[in-house]
Nanobody, 129 residues
Framework: EVQLQASGGGLVEAGGSLRLSCAVS????????IGWFRQAPGKEREGVAC????????YYADSMKGRATISRDNAKNTVYLQIESLKPEDTAVYYC??????????????????????WGQGTQVTVSS
């Protein structure tokens, strides 16, 4: 069974940090790309970061650059998203999703919702001011 399990969300004060985890199972971890997305109430889902396991390339949304770090643990089949200096506007449900890239891609493609075809259930991040 294919699964993506996001966890690590919670309530944090502005300026704090969180590490989100996306545990994947049911498919080959080495050949996939994992993206992190978020959706705030009343807003569209947006891409935050992506790591392409097949070539190691990483992409960040401009809004997260310098504050987010995406990484992977191959032994645990898990992708992490560390977010520093959290702001109230980071409050959202954070999702991880998978896709596969067989050709070079742009950052726009890497962070586009429509690029991904399998999604986890989401984890809530709430940042208090």
């Amino acid at each position: 069974e294919v699964q993506l399990q996001a966890s690590g969300g919670g309530l944090v004060e502005a300026g704090g940090s969180l590490r989100l985890s996306c545990a994947v199972s049911g498919f080959s971890f080495d050949e996939i790309a994992i993206g992190w997305f978020r959706q705030a109430p009343g807003k569209e889902r947006e891409g935050v970061a992506c790591i392409n396991n097949s070539d190691g390339k990483i992409y960040y949304a401009d809004s997260m650059k310098g504050r987010a770090t995406i990484s992977r643990d191959n032994a645990k089949n898990t992708v992490y998203l560390q977010i520093e200096s959290l702001k109230p506007e980071d409050t959202a449900v954070y999702y991880c999703a998978r896709t596969e890239f067989n050709i070079p891609i742009s950052k726009m493609t890497a962070l586009a919702v429509d690029t991904y075809y399998e999604w986890g259930q989401g984890t809530q991040v709430t940042v208090s001011s």
